[in-house]
């Protein structure tokens, strides 16, 4: 298995609502990565996680909570989220943390299309 | 700052021609640069990873090019393909150390592939 899986697919909530997104990959891989995308925007990083600790947060709003559950899954619980949190919100995992040099691809997901309404 | 610049913006091409897509970078020191292909509302998908020592990196129709003293790398499409109309993005990594995180996008050039 060599790909990153995220359900689901599409998302639309409430502000009131709390919900999760789903991050899932089998490759071994000891980091995963929340990016949140607007259109026609490069991929902004939110959350990493190395060995399942967190390791950064890019000063990402508490609405936003990450989960690393074990090495395979990552979740992100959303709660009271605004309009302007709709976006596209990617996964991603590398074989190795982003430290040092090294070339430890990263592997996309899908992503999963959120409309805050 | 470290910044990855694409050129051009966007780009439109008949289908079997060839294209050249540009990016410049100021990140250092540098660890290494990569191509994604992006279509609409998906994730990235990475078509080549290329670290310091490497100058040219091909798959399949795609040929990366990276020279590192000019801090320039190109992404050389050949004979497109209407599948080929995507977001192509250029994504560097600097070598900040133990414990840092350093991964600079830019912004993507849109390729429009026209019958």
């Known amino acids: 298995d060599t790909e990153v899986t995220q359900t689901p697919k599409h998302l639309v909530m409430g502000m009131t609502n709390k919900k999760s997104l789903k991050c899932e990959q089998h490759?071994?891989?000891?980091?995963m990565y929340w990016y949140k995308q607007k259109a026609k925007k490069p991929p902004e990083l939110m959350f990493v996680?190395?060995?399942?600790?967190?390791?950064i947060n890019e000063s990402v709003p508490s609405r936003f909570s990450p989960e690393c559950p074990n090495s395979s899954l990552l979740n992100l619980h959303l709660h009271a989220l605004q309009p302007e949190d709709s976006a596209l919100y990617l996964c991603?995992?590398?074989?190795?943390?982003?430290?040092?040099?090294?070339?430890?691809?990263?592997?996309f997901g899908p992503g999963t299309r959120l409309t805050v309404l | 700052k470290n910044q990855v610049e694409q050129s051009p913006q966007s780009l439109i091409i008949l289908e079997g021609k060839n294209c050249t897509l540009q990016?410049?970078?100021?990140?250092?020191?540098?660890?290494?640069l990569r191509w994604y292909k992006q279509d609409t509302g998906r994730g990235p998908v990475s078509l080549t990873i290329?670290?310091?020592?490497?100058n040219t990196k091909s798959n399949g129709r795609y040929t990366a090019t990276l020279d590192a003293d000019t801090k320039q790398s190109s992404l050389h499409i050949t004979a497109s393909q209407l599948s080929d109309s995507a977001s192509y993005i250029c994504?560097?990594?600097?070598?900040?150390?133990?414990?840092?995180?350093?991964?600079?996008f830019g912004k993507g050039t849109k390729l429009s592939v026209i019958p």
């Open positions: 991603a995992s590398s074989r190795t943390p982003p430290r040092g040099g090294g070339a430890s691809e990263q592997f």
């Open positions: 490759m071994g891989h000891r980091a």
């Open positions: 996680y190395s060995y399942e600790k967190l390791s």
């Open positions: 990016c410049n970078y100021t990140v250092s020191p540098f660890s290494n």
């Open positions: 290329m670290t310091f020592s490497e």
């Open positions: 994504v560097v990594s600097g070598d900040s150390g133990a414990g840092s995180y350093q991964l600079t």
